[in-house]
């Protein structure tokens, strides 16, 4: 990102030291500083216990073997062809088609106990790395590449990379479509280097989000593991380089096009922040780690209110009387914000016209939104209005009086995709009117909330003649920056055709995102325990949706639908116009379990304990005074057993004695037990800490498509 960023601090200190060890979260990171290289890491991952000095520095050091350099080589930080380095370089730079290749002149290093920052100069290039370990124990590293030169320098590529031990042999990532978002894959790592790269302009809804490297065997629960995470809404880099002759290496970054980046004399390009996370508790141990990270950064408002919005319930199909009605409904069952979705604005009758003219359709609406919105306010609701700020349609107002403002190359827009363009926002103008624009929008009707969409890939991305996704993301991260700098307490939603957009790029500037279209909650419990690796659950959305679901046409139970949405930022994408008593008296009941639920919801550890049977989903939530819990039980498959297998419950204090029972709002479904276990009969069972951890308790059977949610408290706490 090519931004007036403050200059990394790098205050020389001679002479440095030759170790500089980094510790926090119960994670250490140790550096051996060189005066002409770049550091190396000499360990990324457990504390180590007392003082490190240049031991550990020899005991790591390695020999020459046959037919190698004839002296050691450093495995640095940024390592390049001129390290001695056989894989992906850490940074690539071009003068005139030529390749710069940096022999530093001076090395500054400038660290306390949780960040080093590093200044590496040549006679016309300087590079600058930082890393810095948080509380949750999550390495944050970024760079960035000053042009000291009198020519214009090109950046190709500026990507971070970390070592990991020897030992791993099996790597996790993700992939996905539209609607099946981050589909995990997994497979045995294999000596070279690995790629998978996104060339979207966005995330893209098959992002690999994390890579993880690990020993075979490693699961959610169970196992030694690192990861990276790119905090990048665009095209991106993840590499692994398993090469002979060096320990494996684990990196991610802004994948950059050729000529994207070019610096004139004095400037200077930064990369995103990248995310390296460790943890010896497997995957859901990363989670935790990144949860932390990622609450200990966000401003999002907590409680997290219950959401209801509009798209699955008119479509396009606006008007005052009915959506009135809708919020009246609403609010009976315990709805706390109302987002009124695409369609309300001028000419909007369909999804082939009208983005980019974000004015309210006086046809539809002859009062303006203030008759529905008074009404929702009326009710006790918060109202919220969906936008696409980034995209514009041929047929509108917009496009047809500047068509030089679309993103295209040599004054053609690129392909149409859901009847669409992308504007240039890195063009100036086009920024200041979508700010100015939605400014005016959320003053006349003091929006609390924007669900700000992005529906479809950036294929020809040129900004100035050039390759311009860069220049295009960080030009939407501005825009967002400026509306909240401009309205502080307004909170963003960040939906990409669903999940196209989920990374810590965005998630910075963003209160939630939208994980998927798909409200079908067995595809969606798939969907939301693999994003919940990187998000913590009351940042993803989480709707109950119609007993039909839209986008696969599967029915599902209202139980199911609620148990799968009560973990997240729960919400409602359903007409309840259409509902009968009864459903509205089940989800006014799963609401009000949720609300009650929601303090320890939205704060607490979340894990995916492994289940004595493969159709089965479990989720725990725990408070972490491990005082409290949150079990939820859902059966996806059938299995061959008839006796339902012992549910066991880690992570309370083994000493404590805890009361268990089934989250009373909630409808049970009807299981197909001729008697229910004897405790459930009983309504609660009263159980150690350990012996839920190693014992458990007989849930009753179930169907699939079935869920079972308990609570369990420690006696004394409600």
Request: some cysteine; aromatic content about 6%; hydrophobic content about 40%.
């Given at each position: 990102m090519t931004t007036p960023d403050t200059p990394v601090h790098a205050t020389p200190k001679p002479p440095h030291p030759s170790l500089v060890h980094l510790s926090n979260g119960g994670v250490d990171l140790v550096l051996a500083c060189h005066d002409h290289a770049l550091p190396e890491v000499l360990h990324w991952g457990g504390p180590l216990h007392g003082a490190v000095d240049d031991a550990l520095a020899t005991a790591s050091a390695h020999g020459v073997g046959p037919s190698a350099l004839d002296e050691p080589w450093p495995l640095t930080l940024a390592p390049t062809d001129t390290d001695g380095w056989a894989g992906r370089p850490g940074f690539a730079l071009h003068r005139h088609g030529l390749a710069v290749l940096p022999r530093w002149e001076r090395i500054d290093v400038d660290h306390d106990a949780h960040r080093i920052d590093v200044r590496a100069e040549s006679s016309d290039v300087a590079l600058m790395i930082s890393l810095r370990i948080d509380l949750a124990g999550v390495v944050w590293w970024q760079a960035r590449i000053e042009n000291l030169g009198d020519d214009d320098l090109d950046v190709a590529a500026l990507e971070a990379a970390l070592p990991v031990p020897d030992g791993v042999d099996e790597v996790l990532d993700f992939s996905g479509r539209w609607t099946r978002e981050r589909a995990p894959q997994r497979a045995p790592l294999r000596e070279g280097t690995r790629v998978r790269e996104t060339r979207r302009g966005r995330t893209g809804h098959d992002s690999p989000m994390v890579t993880v490297l690990g020993r075979s065997g490693f699961d959610a629960s169970h196992g030694e593991v690192?990861?990276?995470?790119?905090?990048?809404?665009?095209?991106?880099?993840?590499?692994?380089?398993?090469?002979?002759?060096?320990?494996?290496?684990?990196?991610?970054?802004?994948l950059l096009r050729p000529g994207e980046i070019s610096l004139p004399p004095g400037a200077s390009?930064?990369?995103?922040?990248?995310?390296?996370?460790?943890?010896?508790?497997?995957?859901?141990?990363?989670?935790?780690?990144?949860?932390?990270?990622?609450?200990?950064?966000?401003?999002?408002?907590?409680?997290?209110?219950?959401t209801l919005n509009t798209w699955e319930a008119v479509y396009f199909q606006h008007d005052t009387q009915r959506l009135t009605k809708l919020a009246d409904v609403a609010s009976s069952v315990g709805v706390e914000r109302f987002v009124l979705d695409d369609g309300w604005f001028r000419g909007r009758r369909s999804d082939?016209?009208?983005?980019?003219?974000?004015?309210?359709?006086?046809?539809?609406?002859?009062?303006?939104?203030?008759?529905?919105?008074?009404?929702?306010?009326g009710l006790g609701m918060q109202f919220g209005l969906w936008f696409e700020p980034e995209m514009v349609s041929p047929d509108s107002d917009l496009a047809r009086s500047r068509p030089e403002w679309l993103l295209g190359h040599r004054g053609e827009s690129e392909r149409t995709w859901r009847g669409q363009h992308a504007l240039d926002l890195a063009n100036s103008d086009v920024s200041q009117y979508l700010l100015d624009s939605i400014t005016a929008l959320v003053e006349e009707y003091s929006l609390d909330y924007i669900k700000w969409d992005h529906n479809r890939d950036l294929l020809v991305s040129v900004h100035a003649g050039r390759h311009g996704t860069v220049a295009q993301t960080v030009a939407a991260y501005g825009l967002i920056d400026a509306l909240r700098a401009r309205f502080p307490t307004l909170e963003i939603e960040s939906c990409a055709s669903g999940g196209a957009r989920v990374d810590l790029g965005i998630l910075s500037r963003t209160d939630r995102i939208w994980p998927s279209d798909t409200n079908d909650p067995l595809e969606r419990l798939e969907i939301q325990r693999w994003t919940e690796l990187l998000v913590p659950p009351e940042m993803i959305g989480a709707h109950v949706g119609p007993d039909v679901a839209h986008t696969t046409q599967r029915h599902s139970a209202l139980s199911l639908r609620i148990a799968t949405a009560l973990t997240g930022a729960m919400g409602i994408e359903w007409d309840l116009t259409t509902c009968s008593d009864e459903e509205l008296d089940e989800l006014r009941a799963g609401i009000s379990a949720h609300v009650r639920l929601r303090p320890l919801l939205h704060s607490g550890t979340v894990a995916h304990p492994p289940t004595a049977e493969p159709g089965l989903r479990l989720t725990t939530v725990t408070s972490h005074d491990r005082r409290s819990a949150v079990v939820r039980l859902v059966r996806v498959a059938s299995d061959g057993r008839s006796l339902p297998a012992m549910l066991r419950v880690p992570g309370l204090e083994p000493h404590r004695t805890y009361a268990v029972r089934p989250v009373e709002e909630l409808r049970s479904p009807r299981y197909p037990d001729l008697k229910p276990p004897p405790w459930l009969r009983d309504g609660a069972v009263r159980l150690t800490g350990s012996a839920l951890a190693h014992v458990g308790v007989r849930p009753p059977s179930l169907d699939p498509g079935q869920a079972f949610v308990i609570e369990i408290h420690a006696d004394g706490t409600t």
């Amino acid at each position: 990102m090519t931004t007036p960023d403050t200059p990394v601090h790098a205050t020389p200190k001679p002479p440095h030291p030759s170790l500089v060890h980094l510790s926090n979260g119960g994670v250490d990171l140790v550096l051996a500083c060189h005066d002409h290289a770049l550091p190396e890491v000499l360990h990324w991952g457990g504390p180590l216990h007392g003082a490190v000095d240049d031991a550990l520095a020899t005991a790591s050091a390695h020999g020459v073997g046959p037919s190698a350099l004839d002296e050691p080589w450093p495995l640095t930080l940024a390592p390049t062809d001129t390290d001695g380095w056989a894989g992906r370089p850490g940074f690539a730079l071009h003068r005139h088609g030529l390749a710069v290749l940096p022999r530093w002149e001076r090395i500054d290093v400038d660290h306390d106990a949780h960040r080093i920052d590093v200044r590496a100069e040549s006679s016309d290039v300087a590079l600058m790395i930082s890393l810095r370990i948080d509380l949750a124990g999550v390495v944050w590293w970024q760079a960035r590449i000053e042009n000291l030169g009198d020519d214009d320098l090109d950046v190709a590529a500026l990507e971070a990379a970390l070592p990991v031990p020897d030992g791993v042999d099996e790597v996790l990532d993700f992939s996905g479509r539209w609607t099946r978002e981050r589909a995990p894959q997994r497979a045995p790592l294999r000596e070279g280097t690995r790629v998978r790269e996104t060339r979207r302009g966005r995330t893209g809804h098959d992002s690999p989000m994390v890579t993880v490297l690990g020993r075979s065997g490693f699961d959610a629960s169970h196992g030694e593991v690192w990861a990276v995470h790119a905090a990048w809404s665009a095209d991106a880099v993840y590499r692994v380089d398993a090469l002979p002759e060096s320990p494996p290496v684990l990196g991610a970054g802004a994948l950059l096009r050729p000529g994207e980046i070019s610096l004139p004399p004095g400037a200077s390009h930064s990369s995103p922040e990248v995310a390296f996370v460790w943890s010896s508790e497997g995957l859901d141990g990363l989670a935790t780690r990144l949860h932390c990270a990622v609450r200990a950064r966000s401003r999002a408002p907590h409680p997290r209110p219950v959401t209801l919005n509009t798209w699955e319930a008119v479509y396009f199909q606006h008007d005052t009387q009915r959506l009135t009605k809708l919020a009246d409904v609403a609010s009976s069952v315990g709805v706390e914000r109302f987002v009124l979705d695409d369609g309300w604005f001028r000419g909007r009758r369909s999804d082939a016209s009208s983005l980019g003219d974000w004015t309210v359709d006086g046809d539809v609406w002859p009062d303006g939104l203030h008759p529905l919105v008074d009404h929702v306010r009326g009710l006790g609701m918060q109202f919220g209005l969906w936008f696409e700020p980034e995209m514009v349609s041929p047929d509108s107002d917009l496009a047809r009086s500047r068509p030089e403002w679309l993103l295209g190359h040599r004054g053609e827009s690129e392909r149409t995709w859901r009847g669409q363009h992308a504007l240039d926002l890195a063009n100036s103008d086009v920024s200041q009117y979508l700010l100015d624009s939605i400014t005016a929008l959320v003053e006349e009707y003091s929006l609390d909330y924007i669900k700000w969409d992005h529906n479809r890939d950036l294929l020809v991305s040129v900004h100035a003649g050039r390759h311009g996704t860069v220049a295009q993301t960080v030009a939407a991260y501005g825009l967002i920056d400026a509306l909240r700098a401009r309205f502080p307490t307004l909170e963003i939603e960040s939906c990409a055709s669903g999940g196209a957009r989920v990374d810590l790029g965005i998630l910075s500037r963003t209160d939630r995102i939208w994980p998927s279209d798909t409200n079908d909650p067995l595809e969606r419990l798939e969907i939301q325990r693999w994003t919940e690796l990187l998000v913590p659950p009351e940042m993803i959305g989480a709707h109950v949706g119609p007993d039909v679901a839209h986008t696969t046409q599967r029915h599902s139970a209202l139980s199911l639908r609620i148990a799968t949405a009560l973990t997240g930022a729960m919400g409602i994408e359903w007409d309840l116009t259409t509902c009968s008593d009864e459903e509205l008296d089940e989800l006014r009941a799963g609401i009000s379990a949720h609300v009650r639920l929601r303090p320890l919801l939205h704060s607490g550890t979340v894990a995916h304990p492994p289940t004595a049977e493969p159709g089965l989903r479990l989720t725990t939530v725990t408070s972490h005074d491990r005082r409290s819990a949150v079990v939820r039980l859902v059966r996806v498959a059938s299995d061959g057993r008839s006796l339902p297998a012992m549910l066991r419950v880690p992570g309370l204090e083994p000493h404590r004695t805890y009361a268990v029972r089934p989250v009373e709002e909630l409808r049970s479904p009807r299981y197909p037990d001729l008697k229910p276990p004897p405790w459930l009969r009983d309504g609660a069972v009263r159980l150690t800490g350990s012996a839920l951890a190693h014992v458990g308790v007989r849930p009753p059977s179930l169907d699939p498509g079935q869920a079972f949610v308990i609570e369990i408290h420690a006696d004394g706490t409600t």
